[in-house]
Nanobody, 122 residues
Framework: VQLQAFGGGLVQTGGSLRLSCAAS????????MGWFRQAPGKEREFVAA????????YYTDSVKGRFTISRGGAKNTVYLQMNSLKPEDTAVYYC????????????????WGQGTLVTVSS
């Protein structure tokens, strides 16, 4: 059972990136999923979450209006579209699965993928 996040990279301030999180080994179409990030020297924090149906999405205040979480691939893939990126968005981004709907707590998520690095240059 694996979650794999990819799509990170280097982008200038104001640019966009789309992160993807693909599941293998089992289907995650019935699981709520989320994205977290960890900036250098900081604790990992919640970014966004989406319900298993894709009908509900939740965001931390600092990314509202800029980031969009969505599901695709028969709901077994989760995306994080990041627009208007800022240097403070620089972090390693992690996807996670299997938590109560809308949970912002890391301890609630059972499955975790490896991170993908997003660097926003000023």
């Amino acid at each position: 059972v694996q979650l794999q996040a990819f799509g990170g990279g280097l982008v200038q301030t104001g640019g966009s990136l789309r992160l993807s999180c693909a599941a293998s080994g089992r289907t995650f179409s019935n699981y709520n999923m989320g994205w977290f990030r960890q900036a250098p020297g900081k604790e990992r924090e919640f970014v966004a979450a989406i319900s298993w149906s894709g009908g509900s999405a939740y965001y931390t205040d600092s990314v509202k209006g800029r980031f969009t979480i969505s599901r695709g691939g028969a709901k077994n893939t989760v995306y994080l579209q990041m627009n208007s990126l800022k240097p403070e968005d620089t972090a390693v981004y992690y996807c996670a699965a299997d938590a109560p709907t809308g949970s912002r707590l890391q301890r609630d998520y059972y499955y975790w993928g490896q991170g993908t690095l997003v660097t926003v240059s000023s």
